[in-house]
């Protein structure tokens, strides 16, 4: 299966999301370990590679060396619609707690349009 990798601006805000797909786990997930610092906050895991073992999908707030923040999306595979949507809906809320901004029922078309674009960039710019 191919592996694909892109990154998206969240314009306006600060923040991007580095996509991952693919289950070349001895390859993408050293590559991810290396290069993002990222504490594990769940005993049962050490690295990337156990979580990805395990999961069908993941999105993790990760820092730069610069200390940046970045949402990081890994999905096994990149036609599972339903796994890809389920980690976007994470990523949103993760969007919404380094913003500020915060979801509500009257604001609930804000996250449907953030997790449109989101899933838009992924499908055009990762899959070209």
């Given amino acids: 299966m191919k592996q694909h990798q892109?990154?998206?601006r969240l314009?306006?805000?600060h923040l991007q999301l580095d996509f991952y797909a693919g289950e070349d786990f001895d390859k993408l997930a050293w590559e991810i370990d290396d290069r993002y610092d990222y504490e594990f906050d769940d005993n049962e895991y050490s690295n990337f590679i156990e979580v990805m073992k395990e999961r069908k999908g993941f999105c993790h707030q990760v820092y730069e060396e610069d200390g940046t923040i970045k949402l990081l999306v890994w999905v096994r595979d990149i036609?599972?619609?339903i796994t890809?949507?389920?980690e976007i809906i994470h990523a949103t809320w993760y969007i919404q707690k380094f913003t500020g901004f915060n979801f509500s029922?009257?604001?609930q078309?804000?996250?449907c349009y953030l997790h449109d674009y989101i899933v838009e960039q992924?499908?055009?710019k990762c899959l070209k």
């Fill in 6 to 8: 892109c990154s998206i």
């Fill in 11 to 13: 314009a306006p805000s």
């Fill in 79 to 81: 036609n599972d619609m």
């Fill in 84 to 86: 890809l949507s389920h």
């Fill in 105 to 107: 029922y009257e604001s």
């Fill in 109 to 111: 078309e804000m996250q």
């Fill in 122 to 124: 992924i499908l055009v």
